[in-house]
């Protein structure tokens, strides 16, 4: 039984603790929402026998030590009224505002999310969207108070029920506490769970740093008393504490890295607190004249802040006793931020699975983060209210897995990420079990059921209209795509066959039997119609296929050439004509020359030469539809169309037109211009046009030397992400 004397008790210190850290507080208002709570909650008692209403209790004053303000005070005591009583939104928003009916109805939300251990990545989409439901950064604060007061007191709970709220703080709760950069809170937290999750393994710990304790407290006072006498001696204010690494740092330093508690060396941390920046830089100067520091183990966040906030100076060291540990040197202000938060750690010492990959993965929080760099905690906490995720929604599936789509995102995207066949057979969707239309718009939390039939018709052109994930638009193009096989075959061969003739390559010189099998296999293919197939509805371009097969066709034409003909061909006599701009016209000297526009031929390029009426030879490329329509039967044309070939072309430019087709999106024309840039071509002009799939049509025309040098440009401009199709001009 609780006595009403230690509940009474209890709001007296909670009092303490807000006039300590906002003076200025109201504390009739907050008085009011203890005893609205303490009214709402009367009757109720918690599983270790004491009254309920010292959990909300409990929950606020941890609330308060985090410093926050008034409002997220009256909601942490009121935070469990909605839920376990009678009170409503309304009554609560007509006593305390609509802010604390708010932040109260978002707890409430947030305690109804079910939870099961996923795989790292749907528990970190289920994080976010514990985030992105809270709308309010204070909610999610209070329910971390609300989450620790409840592992503090676990003992009367069933075991089943331990390691289950264990394994959940330990999944959802830490990691967030973790990246808002409240690192007391976090330490806590895991060591808590951890000792739900693996007594034994814990026991072990404790009990071996129980044996060492006198000899570890001994060198606490020893190294304390050291820099605390060298410190005072020259002037410096300052209060130094050493502590033992938290429990489950050491947990995860012996099981994670297999070590016996004297293995784990990095056991002991200090920490000197100073009064400002420029003590913190002497202090580093008599640590490392009183100690031997580690080579490569200091680091100055101090001129160099985490991005967020988080400041120090960090250093190893080893003292006479042979015993390493780690200072971290701060003023007091720095002190407070990486207790906190504001400050999220998300990126120090998280696991091995790579410091890079966690940087992407969070970045939305640290997005978050950097927006707030000026603010102090309060400008934070209210500018976190709006818009944490404007551009995502996080929905389940019927099993409880959480899916990340783009804001204004339907029930169709949501199908299409699930797999391209649901949403090919969707004939319906459930939204919280209601039919809902197609373009409904989905909403954070809610549970998406999709309907699929064997028999459905598949995707509607409507449905690129109302869709918003580039995924799902990608998806059902592909359906319309391969809905015409027959159609695409044909188009996929005619390309292929033009790209083979750009190499010198003929058809035949791969349809072979024993060069086929080979070529398929390089470029991943079972037959030469699905490869034609693909090319057609745009699943792989031409050049990136021809590439790949190009040596090995080469090679196999080559060694047959070999076999067939023995003895060396005759060498052609060269004629000797000057050249002009590089082209040499066969039986021609100095006549004018000009590049034809249609098919803007360069050097490697085979070409041939068309005498005009009046300005001289225009050459094209051999595969310029000009060139293959032309009638060259006729005696006439015969006499027009002429032999033409590359000379000796060094330092000169030529002007060539490349065909892009991208997908639109930010930066796309940038990455394309870099990769120009990069190679050294200049860009004689850049234009592009919307078509009506939603794809860019860009226009490019560019100087360069050879073939070669375009070839390469090409692929290049190929691997830009975005880019769908690069083709040269062919009149
Ligand atoms: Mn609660």
């Known amino acids: 039984m609780t006595k009403m004397d230690d509940i009474a008790e209890k709001y007296r210190q909670l009092e303490t603790v807000i006039l300590n850290n906002h003076p200025d507080s109201d504390m009739d208002r907050i008085r009011a929402a203890f005893e609205f709570a303490l009214e709402a909650h009367d009757t109720q008692m918690r599983k270790d026998g004491t009254k309920f209403i010292t959990h909300p209790l409990a929950a606020a004053t941890i609330v308060a030590e985090i410093g926050l303000d008034e409002d997220s005070l009256c909601a942490a005591l009121l935070h469990d009224c909605i839920e376990d009583t009678s009170a409503t939104f309304d009554d609560i928003n007509k006593l305390f505002g609509k802010d604390v009916a708010e932040i109260v109805d978002g707890v409430t939300k947030l305690s109804r999310v079910t939870y099961t251990s996923k795989e790292e990545e749907q528990m970190e989409n289920l994080r976010k969207m514990l985030i992105a439901m809270a709308q309010d950064i204070r909610v999610i604060l209070i329910k971390i108070a609300d989450r620790l007061h409840n592992m503090r007191t676990m003992e009367y709970v069933s075991e089943d029920k331990q390691r289950e709220k264990a394994l959940e703080t330990m999944e959802m709760y830490a990691p967030i506490a973790h990246r808002l950069g409240m690192q007391k809170i976090k330490w806590e937290l895991e060591d808590l769970s951890i000792q739900y999750l693996d007594p034994v393994g814990c026991y072990e710990i404790t009990e071996g740093l129980k044996l060492r304790r006198v000899e570890d407290e001994s060198f606490f006072r020893l190294i304390q008393t050291k820099i605390t006498e060298r410190l005072a001696g020259n002037g410096i204010q300052c209060e130094v504490n050493g502590r033992i690494k938290h429990l489950y740092s050491i947990y995860r330093k012996m099981y994670g890295e297999n070590k016996v508690l004297s293995e784990v060396l990095d056991l002991y941390a200090f920490r000197v607190i100073v009064n400002n920046i420029a003590d913190c830089y002497n202090v580093l100067g008599y640590i490392h004249d009183m100690f031997k520091p580690m080579p490569g183990c200091f680091k100055d966040y101090i001129g160099t802040p985490k991005p967020n906030m988080y400041q120090s100076l960090h250093t190893n060291v080893i003292g006479s006793e042979g015993i390493p540990f780690e200072v971290q040197i701060r003023t007091w202000e720095m002190h407070q931020t990486a207790e906190y938060g504001i ?135 592909q359906w319309f795509k391969k809905e015409r096989r027959e159609e695409n075959i044909i188009h996929g061969k005619m390309a292929f066959e033009s790209e083979l003739r750009h190499s010198n390559i003929q058809l035949a010189d791969i349809t072979r039997d024993d060069v086929l099998p080979k070529v398929l296999a390089r470029a991943s293919f079972r037959s030469l119609d699905e490869l034609y197939a693909a090319i057609g509805y745009g699943g792989i371009t031409t050049q990136k296929i021809v590439n790949k097969i190009r040596d090995d066709v080469r090679a196999s034409v080559k060694t047959r050439k070999k076999e067939e003909l023995p003895t060396k061909p005759e060498k052609k006599e060269e004629t000797r004509i000057k050249p002009v701009k590089g082209v040499m016209v066969e039986g021609l000297g100095n006549c004018l020359v000009k590049f034809a526009r249609c098919c803007s031929p360069v050097p490697g390029d085979p070409v041939v030469g068309f005498i005009t009426k009046g300005y001289g030879v225009s050459v094209h490329h051999q595969d310029c539809i000009n060139y293959i329509k032309a009638d060259k039967d006729s005696e006439a044309a015969e006499r027009r169309w002429v032999h033409v070939a590359w000379a000796n072309t060094e330092g000169r430019d030529y002007s060539t037109t490349i065909y892009m087709t991208i997908r639109e999106r930010i930066g796309i024309v940038v990455d394309v211009a870099t990769v120009l840039n990069t190679l050294n071509i200049r860009i004689v002009s850049f234009n592009s046009k919307n078509n009506w799939d939603g794809n860019v049509s860009v226009t490019v025309v560019v100087d360069v030397k050879s073939r070669d040098e375009l070839v390469t440009a090409m692929a290049k401009l190929m691997s830009v992400p975005g880019v769908i199709d690069v083709r040269r001009a062919g009149g």
Do not use: C
């Open 343 to 477: 400050a999220a750690h998300w990126k120090y010492k998280e696991g091995k699975g790579g410091k890079v990959a966690d940087e992407e993965k969070f970045a939305w929080i640290r997005r978050l983060l950097e927006s707030q760099q000026d603010g102090d905690a309060q400008d934070f906490l209210h500018a976190l209210k709006v818009d944490m995720f404007a551009d995502e929604v996080f929905v389940f599936t019927p099993g409880g897995d959480v899916i990340n789509l783009p804001a204004g995102s339907t029930p169709i995207d949501f199908a299409y990420n699930i797999h391209s066949e649901v949403g090919n057979r969707m004939t319906g969707a459930l939204v919280n079990g209601r039919i809902v239309p197609y373009a409904h718009t989905l909403r954070s939390g809610d549970i998406v059921k999709i309907l699929t039939s064997n028999s459905a018709k598949g995707p509607s052109r409507d449905w690129l209209e109302i869709i918003k994930s580039p995924e799902a638009r990608n998806k059902i193009r």
